[in-house]
């Protein structure tokens, strides 16, 4: 798959499961590092799959795929100490906007 002109592979088999996502936030707005941003928040169970991830794999990059289209596409930087991971801090906030108007489909 291609996004913004990156090639990736993305896994046949997911490593964390739409359904194990137990919320998603609004955009947010941190006046600390001057970025908006939006937390997911994930089931205890995938929050082990992904800590699993980290440690075997530590500069992995994970891609948030619903309905075969590439989201997102986001790194674990440390181990995950809370049940939530932070998107978008880099991106636009007309892209942020973007990803949260599919994300709402998944988690209103």
Same mark, same amino acid.
């Given at each position: 798959?291609?996004?913004?002109?990156?090639?990736?592979?993305?896994?046949?088999?997911?490593? =964390?499961?739409?359904?194990? @996502?137990?919320?998603?936030? %609004?955009? #947010?707005?941190?006046?600390? !590092?001057? /970025?908006?941003? *939006?937390?997911?928040?994930?089931?205890?169970?995938?929050?082990?799959?992904?800590?699993?991830?980290?440690?075997?794999?530590?500069?992995?990059?994970?891609?948030? =795929?619903?309905?075969?289209? @590439?989201?997102?596409?986001? %790194?674990? #930087?440390?181990?995950?100490? !809370?049940? /939530?991971?932070? *998107?978008?801090?880099?991106?636009?906030?007309?892209?942020?906007?973007?990803?949260?108007?599919?994300?709402?489909?998944?988690?209103?």
């Amino acid at each position: 798959m291609v996004i913004d002109q990156v090639k990736l592979c993305i896994s046949k088999k997911p490593i =964390v499961m739409v359904g194990e @996502i137990a919320y998603i936030t %609004a955009i #947010k707005y941190d006046p600390i !590092i001057e /970025s908006y941003y *939006i937390d997911i928040g994930f089931s205890p169970e995938a929050m082990v799959t992904l800590q699993r991830t980290y440690t075997s794999l530590p500069n992995t990059q994970f891609a948030l =795929v619903i309905d075969s289209d @590439i989201v997102c596409v986001f %790194a674990v #930087k440390e181990e995950i100490a !809370i049940r /939530s991971i932070r *998107i978008g801090q880099d991106a636009p906030l007309k892209n942020l906007q973007i990803i949260r108007e599919i994300l709402s489909k998944v988690k209103p």
